[in-house]
Each structure stands twice: as structure tokens, then as C-alpha cells.
């Protein structure tokens, strides 16, 4: 079968393009020119040369003023990596050098910024925006499967929302993740992989700046999978070769996509290139190794993995939490990077918000908002008591050890799906559970 017998509502221009999309990335590399060093052969640069004092189109980096010329002129280049020179042993070590300092700052730095909000008055901001930026991801969606491109300005509004939402009290996003829908799961995962990785970068205490791309990122990376025919994208069984080639060839086409978008920063098209890269060099489409993966595309990798292995999705049920995170670390020897993985799990905290809880007296609660200082004792809603009978909603504070009606202290047992305790967290949250457990708590005074 030939691949456009595969390409239902999709453009004449995407179809054009798949071939001469994957060839063409793979010969000439998007670099930023941050990453630029000498002995690199740039063959293309991100405007016409003759805009630029360069007297040829295409040469080698001698000098270091070479490479500060560009710097100046461009926001990135594409380089040959075939014409590329090796370099002494004693400049990799020093690039290296500066760049293994520069993570074991960040990865050091134990101390997340303090919520600047507070979540009972946050939830209420964090639905509409959750709800008008995953509107907006659907119609970039739409318009990229019909060969359009997308608008990097309000892409980065949306974000920048996002981001000042998560600022003031991360719970509150990180609740709206949980309320996952099935039909709407290739929108909703671009989504919430743009909100974790939010989470993410607070965590790890970046600047401002850099955890609005690193959310862009997020929203942008499987933007080219709206270009892989739908029959393929949807398949419930298993791809077979020429399927998967063609699946996993999203990431060149998201790049071009988003090459051929206005206000998208290098960073976020580089990510959409090369987040399916592993660390030991099994990925695809360039066979990268660690070092030549970005901490944004690293980033990615985790927590595109996490919201993917907790979703329901065709072929798979969601699974919970403490199962995700521990497929997640099993694969950090070959897929990802360790420490990174080990910032995301604590960024989500013991019991994410949103997850459904089991106590140790058998009662089933919904974990409302991490403690920071004791992450084992969250603030949860008791939704069903220990004979499993519905309780009238309200906030606990578990770091205040309150008591059960036969005096036992509420301690959580584990996490579980709510679907095993024919539980809807999204009904819940339509019909008020916030609102109605944080008013009741504040009526009893506690």
C-alpha cells in the first residue's frame, strides 16, 4: 500500500513534503547558535545571505569570530554534520566542563520558590485558563493537520498564563491533569505535558524565561504527529514497519511545522526533533547520545513518558502514579536522564493532586494539595468512608493528624485507579468537590 493511501483530511502540501522533510533533516541539522562551535559546517542560516556580510554560502568555522558573527546575525543555522571537523580533546572536555557545572547548579538546587497563592482561590483561575489554552492547543492541532502553521505569539500568551497559574500554586494545574478524557487524550497530553514540565522547571528553580519555553516545549513537541495519517496515529494494535517508520517520522515533521511557524523560539523546534532521542543512542531520528540532547528535549522525554503511561489511551489502560514512576526510573540507564527523573518525581510530590487515595482504615479519598514540608501528609477530601458509604465532602489536613470516627489517624495507603472503584474524578469535580470540602472544613473550624 503506498503511504498516500494512508493520508485522509491531511494537505497536498504535507503529503509533498514527507520524504524530502526526513531527508533534509537528517543531512542538515538545526543548530542554535548557541550550540555553535568551531569546525561546523553551516550550509544554511535563518535568512537569505545576502542580508548577511558572508561572502559564501556554506563554510566551515575557523575562528571564533566567525562563530560571534553569526551569533550576532542569527537566531540559528543548519549544519553539515558529515563536513564537520573533528575538534581537540581539550575543547570538548572544556565545553563539557561548563556544561556538567551549569546542571549540577540547577540539579543541586534543593529549594523550589514558595507558592506565591493559595490553591482554594487558585482552582478557580486555573480551570479557565486549563480550559481556553486547551482550546487553543485543538485549533493549532486542526490547522496543522490541514498543512498550516501556527501562531508562536499567542502559543506563548497561553504559556505564559500557564506559568503564572503554577507560580501561584502548582496544585491547581497539576489537579486539572488528572481530569483526563479518553476522546480528547491527543490534545489533552500536548497540554498536560506542557503543564508538568512547568512544574518541572519551577522545581528546579529556573528562571522565569526559561520555564516559559520549557512549557512551550511541552505544548509544541507532538506537533507533528497531526501530519501522520489518522489510520496509523490510531491504530489499536501494533504498527507494523513501514506504520512505525512513518509514526516516527512526527518528529521531522513537527520541526519543519514549526521551522515554518512565526515567534517559535530554536529551543522549542529543536525539541520537536529530537525528544524520541535516548541516552544511549537507540532513539530516533538522529541516534543522538546524551550529550547531544538538550536538557529541554530531556526534560520532555520524562514527562511526555509519565502522562502517556497514565493516560487511558487505545491500546492501554492509565496506570497509577507510584506505577508510572517506577517504569520512568527502570528506563533511566538507556532512555533518560537520571537526575532529571528524579526532579520530576519530586516535583509531583508522593500523592499528586487529583489522584484518588486509599486510606489505611479502607476509606477512599481525593489528594487535594501537596504539603511541601511533609509529603506524605497532603490535604485530601474523604469522598467514600471505610464501609464505603459517601461522606459529606470535606478538607483534611493529614499534617494535623485528625482522626477517623474510631479514632485512628487518616493515613494514606496507596494510590489507586479510579475506574477499579467505579470512581469519576471529573463528575466529582463538576459537581463542586472542592468547593463544597473546603467550605464545610472552614464551617467545622478545621
Partial sequence: MLIKDWWPFRSKKAKQNLTSTVISSLEKVYTPVSQLVLGMYVVELDRPWLETPFLFQGFELKTKAEIQAIRELCQYVYVDM???????????????????????????????????????????RAEKT?????????????????????????????????VNSILQSPDAMLWLTQLKNKDQYTAQHSLNVCVLSIVLGRHLNLPEKNINILGLCGMMFDMGKMLVPLKILHKPGILEPEELLIMQSHTTLGYELLKSSDHMPPSVIETALTHHERLDGKGYPRQLKSNGISDFAKMIAIVDAYD?????????????????????????????????????????????????VVMTNQ?????????????????????????????????????????????????IKNIVRPEDWNIDSSKYYKEGVLQKGFALAKKSGK
Wanted: aromatic share 6%; net charge positive.
Fill in 363 to 411: 476509606a477512599i479519598a481525593i489528594v487535594v494539595e501537596v504539603n511541601e514540608e511533609i509529603k506524605l501528609r497532603p490535604k485530601v477530601i474523604i469522598i467514600l468512608d471505610e464501609d464505603k458509604n459517601p461522606v459529606p465532602e470535606k478538607v483534611l489536613d493529614l499534617s494535623q493528624m485528625v482522626t477517623d470516627k474510631r479514632g485512628e489517624v487518616y493515613t
Fill in 308 to 356: 502517556a503511561i497514565t493516560s487511558n489511551r487505545i491500546h492501554q489502560k492509565g496506570r497509577t502514579h507510584l506505577e508510572a514512576t517506577h517504569i520512568i526510573t527502570t528506563m533511566t540507564s538507556t532512555h533518560f536522564d537520571q537526575n532529571l527523573v528524579v526532579k520530576f518525581i519530586e516535583s509531583l510530590g508522593v500523592y499528586p493532586p487529583g489522584c484518588l
Fill in 82 to 124: 558529515t563536513r564537520r571537523k573533528k575538534r581537540s580533546k581539550a575543547m570538548d572536555a572544556d565545553d563539557s566542563a561548563k556544561k556538567e557545572n551549569y546542571r549540577r547548579v540547577i540539579l543541586n538546587n534543593n529549594s523550589p520558590p514558595k507558592k506565591l497563592g493559595v490553591f482554594e482561590k487558585e482552582i478557580i
Fill in 130 to 162: 486549563y480550559a481556553n489554552t486547551e482550546a487553543l492547543v485543538a485549533d493549532f492541532m486542526q490547522r496543522a493537520a490541514k498543512g498550516g502553521s501556527i501562531d508562536g505569539w499567542l502559543a506563548k500568551q497561553a504559556v505564559a498564563e500557564c
